[in-house]
């Protein structure tokens, strides 16, 4: 008797170790991914207390270098400087950073000069892209719009002296324009900043400024100066902006992370206990048919 019965015993002890072998690389799988996502985790918990300490500097540094950009825009808007009607040339600045993981903030402004280059005379439009994100997002299509790329934006936080360097970048690229825009990300609060932007002039068009005679003693070199002035302090407070906007999206976006990470996390652990379970159940009803088929 036997025997007869052990060829059958043969049978299903290999069926057994066929499903043992299959629910193991099923656990060994699930155990991977969980220990892929708990460091997952751990990362993001990292950047997100980084970006929360570099958020609090960039918030404070913000408030020193907004009267920079306020008081060039007020001199434009008292001289009421307007572009020119007779140089349709325009020059668009996006500025972005060469870091990511921070959400929206180089999208956003990305997109608002990917919209005026479909609308109608895109063709007298040229790009400086400042940061490598800008870049990337606007080089497929508008590669021949696309003048200049300033790169290590946003490894650092910005000082004057970048913008600067910027300004002096955008002065020597041979590129006369008769106004144009600087498109950056305006911080509003912790989870909120939108897209704004700053006017560009060319020297002509301030020289023909209806009310510059309010502002005495102004001539050629004057006016260059403080037009290369303006352009470093309209640079460097976007730049201040940008990067507020950027750490404090970026810890938004790791805080986001984290917590999908946690849920998954869960998710994976109740899915490994109840694997786990089920193996240890099909192996008892084994070994007890095992039994059986024995006696």
Known sequence: MLGRAAPGVCQVVAVANQQQNRNMATLKAISIRLKSVKNIQKITQSMKMVSAAKYTRAERDLKAARPYGEGAVQFYERAEVAAPEDDPKQ???AMTSDRGLCGAVHTGVSKVIRTRL?????????????GDKSRGIL???YGKHIISVCNEIGRLPPTFNDACKIAGAILTSDYEFGSGKIVYNKFRSVVSYQQSDLPLFS???VENAPKLATYDSLDADVIQSYMEFSLAS??????K???CSEQSSRMTAMDNASKNAGEMIDKLTLTFNR????VITRELIEIISGAA???
């Open 293 to 295: 088929a024995l006696d």
């Open 234 to 239: 309209m640079l460097f407070y976007a730049l």
């Open 241 to 243: 902006e940008g990067a």
């Open 203 to 205: 020297q002509k068009a």
């Open 118 to 130: 479909q609308e109608p005379g895109a063709e007298n439009i040229k790009v400086i892209c400042v």
């Open 91 to 93: 020059l668009y600045i």
């Open 139 to 141: 080089q497929r299509l």
């Open 275 to 278: 694997t786990r379970q089920a």
